[in-house]
């Protein structure tokens, strides 16, 4: 523990970051016992400032949480009404039927929503049974009683930028203590990271695989607009270079969410996923959609794409991981939502009873035992060899087997078991030598935006007078070794600019970060080959602040 005083505050629990997965928890606990005290920290300027808009959500997680939400005002409006989806070349399109498809991938009954606002308004609902919520509360660090977590510092300011040490207007924070912590931070989590590895959690488990999702927010010609269209595509312009794929969805007022993922366990350092996100919108059935209209926010996150296999322990003494700081993903379907909604609504039943019946700072191992042998198990079950397969066969043995091993899981069986995800992304990563760059054309301006102008959309901001939250274990790395041996791919891997190479005339070249450019996304803290880049929570209300649409 450190040895800054800090004030305390005690509750029942605390839930540190306002996505699907802590709201739902924290709604469940008021409404099995209205006396619990209950808090929820997020890291956000607001909740839904850091929740990147624009998903397609299965209601099954919200119908369990809160089955009269379509009489509640939620902003749950926009119903599925048209599946496509469509193998991309360079110059058109073939679609791929529905029909073939196992039931599990048909979006009849979801929505498009807006899951910033979905976010903003279930933080309405549980301040409405008495939870309180604290936005702007980053969460520097663990708090331990023994080998238990016990709590977390949040609310800390003021270090110094050049030492991280406490400088003249240093405000300590307060250590937040819980009879259980639950870390529901999102992908790549600073605290569930230090969790998995203080207790091992991930022992025994498949390594996390991830990818990097943009996206950015159209308002579009409205006789092009199609309500309630939602569009899959999958091939160009990644080819063999990376896995991935890109989704298109209509919502309200005109609006699209254009969307591109890319596998982050691709080989070639060369790639520049920004890049191919940015090509994806020439294509000449994409460009005709969005010719005329407005991009109007941009961003970017990781997506945990390890699923079934990749999930590690969820609980340690005194703490649980919820959502996609486990890994929830239904990689296929592209949702994750809907596991996050019940994985916050297991745990808080599983705490609840441990309350009820006088204990504290144990491992909720009822919780875990909910998730992988309830709906979120075997949602996740049914698709677990699908991302195997693709990232050792490619695309199309991914298409065959894959849709072939759903259809046989459906039926409660499969031929291939449970395979295994190989290496990490990160050692994924092959030597510059062995692959050609990639000459990428120059954005237009139109269709297309370099990275720094796009990043303007995200609206993103750090106080330049506190230290980088983003950390090198060894600093001559990025020169020494990544330069030479892969090209330095922060450069390229980063959707924001953070990475800079800086090449000066009768210099050497040198590693600068401009972490003011930071959208959060954890990218960096996944594929840099090295590990030597470590992400970790700003001050403050730091990052994106995506905006309320």
Known sequence: MSQIAREKMDYDVVIVGAGPAGLSAAIRLKQLDAD??????????????????????????????????RSMGAPIKTLVKEDNFY?????????????????????HGNYIVSMANVCRWMAGVAEGLGVEIFPGMSCSELVFDGDR?????????????????????????????????????????????????????????????????????????PAKHRIGTVTHTMGWPLGKNAGGGSFIYHLENSQVYVGFVVHLNYENPHLYPYMEFQRFKHHPMVADLLAGGKRVAYGARAISEGGYQSMPKMVAPGVALLGCSVGMVNVPRIKGNHNAMLSGKAAAEAAHAAIKAGRAGDELSAYEADVRGGAIGADLKKVRNVKPLWSKYGLIASLMGGGFDMWTNTLGFSLFGTLKHGKSDAAATGLAKDFAPIDYPRPDGKLSFDRLTNVAYSFTNHDEAQPSHLKLRDPSVPIAVNLPKYAEPAQRYCPAGVYEVVAEQGKEPRFVINFQNCVHCKTCDIKDPSQNIVWTTPQGAGGPNYPNM
């Open 36 to 69: 619990l005290s209950v808090v929820v920290l997020e890291k956000g300027s607001e909740v839904g400032a850091h929740i990147l808009s624009g998903a397609v959500l299965d209601p099954s997680g919200l119908d369990a949480l809160l089955p009269d939400w």
């Open 87 to 107: 193998m991309l070349g360079p110059a058109g399109q073939i679609r791929i039927p529905n029909f073939p498809m196992p039931p599990l991938m048909n979006n």
């Open 149 to 221: 977590v016990a709590g977390v510092v949040a609310g800390e300011f003021g270090r110094d930028p050049a030492t991280g040490e406490p400088g003249p207007s240093y405000e300590p924070g307060m250590e937040l203590h819980g009879k259980y912590v639950f870390l529901s931070e999102g992908v790549r989590g600073s605290l569930a990271k230090q969790v998995m590895d203080k207790y091992e959690l991930s022992k025994g488990h498949c390594p996390q695989k991830f990818g990097l999702g943009m996206k950015e927010i159209w308002e579009i010609d």
